[in-house]
T-cell receptor, first 114, second 119 residues
Framework: EAQVTQNPRYLITVTGKKLTVTCSQN?????MSWYRQDPGLGLRQIYY???????DKGDVPEGYKVSRKEKRNFPLILESPSPNQTSLYFC?????????????FGDGTRLSIL | AQKITQTQPGMFVQEKEAVTLDCTYD???????LFWYKQPSSGEMIFLIY??????QNATEGRYSLNFQKARKSANLVISASQLGDSAMYFC????????????????FGKGTLLTVNP
């Protein structure tokens, strides 16, 4: 089954404790992206990657890091989480160069930073 | 200025009736795509329908259709014969071809419309 898998689905942690949210897709997509969703703000892009070893900032990259060492994986790293990073996070992927292809989203990761 | 505007924070519809969810957009890019996603209370994002800026006909997918009025920059979602399972948050999103020289397929989302289907 074609899917984007995020882990964990839920996490409660404390300020300053490094955490990683993993994202893996099995559709051989070149493009991957991270979004955060906050009430009243919709989804906003954090980082994106066009292919292995190619990443770039989205609209709200502060406090986050990403890496793309393999095509299927695109982890989101919070080196020193703070309460304002409490949010619902989505990883998404799509093929490159096909305009009508939707982005496939993972089921989301709900992070609470105390 | 907001790129995607969904003016209806919440909508109610009776089961089996049709409902229209509004979406207006703002872009100077001649090439763009418009997407609608559904987010049920369980949280996942489900793709519903796509309309390209150069598409001549309005998109349809089962009970979903998109009323695309390019000159007015609107892309309203029409759900026919509403079902209880249609109760969810609905997001309109746009992808502009010119983002980062064409290398970023970023979706810009509206704030969403919460649809409630009443029995």
């Amino acid at each position: 089954e074609a899917q984007v898998t995020q882990n964990p689905r839920y996490l409660i942690t404390v300020t300053g404790k490094k955490l990683t949210v993993t994202c893996s897709q099995n559709m051989n997509h070149e493009y991957m992206s991270w979004y955060r969703q906050d009430p009243g703000l919709g989804l906003r892009q954090i980082y994106y990657s066009m292919n292995v070893e190619v990443t770039d900032k989205g609209d709200v990259p502060e406090g986050y890091k990403v890496s793309r060492k393999e095509k299927r994986n695109f982890p989101l790293i919070l080196e020193s989480p703070s309460p304002n990073q409490t949010s619902l996070y989505f990883c998404a992927s799509s093929p490159q160069g096909v305009s009508g292809q939707p982005q496939h989203f993972g089921d989301g990761t709900r992070l609470s930073i105390l | 200025a907001q790129k995607i505007t969904q003016t209806q924070p919440g909508m109610f519809v009776q089961e089996k009736e049709a409902v229209t969810l509004d979406c207006t957009y703002d872009t100077s890019d001649p090439s763009y795509g418009l997407f609608w996603y559904k987010q049920p209370s369980s949280g996942e994002m489900i793709f519903l329908i796509y309309q390209g800026s150069y598409d001549q006909q309005n998109a349809t997918e089962g009970r979903y259709s998109l009323n695309f009025q390019k000159a007015r920059k609107s892309a309203n979602l029409v759900i026919s014969a509403s079902q209880l399972g249609d109760s969810a948050m609905y997001f309109c999103a746009m992808r502009e071809a010119s983002n980062s020289g064409g290398s970023n397929y970023k979706l810009t989302f509206g704030k969403g419309t919460l649809l409630t289907v009443n029995p």
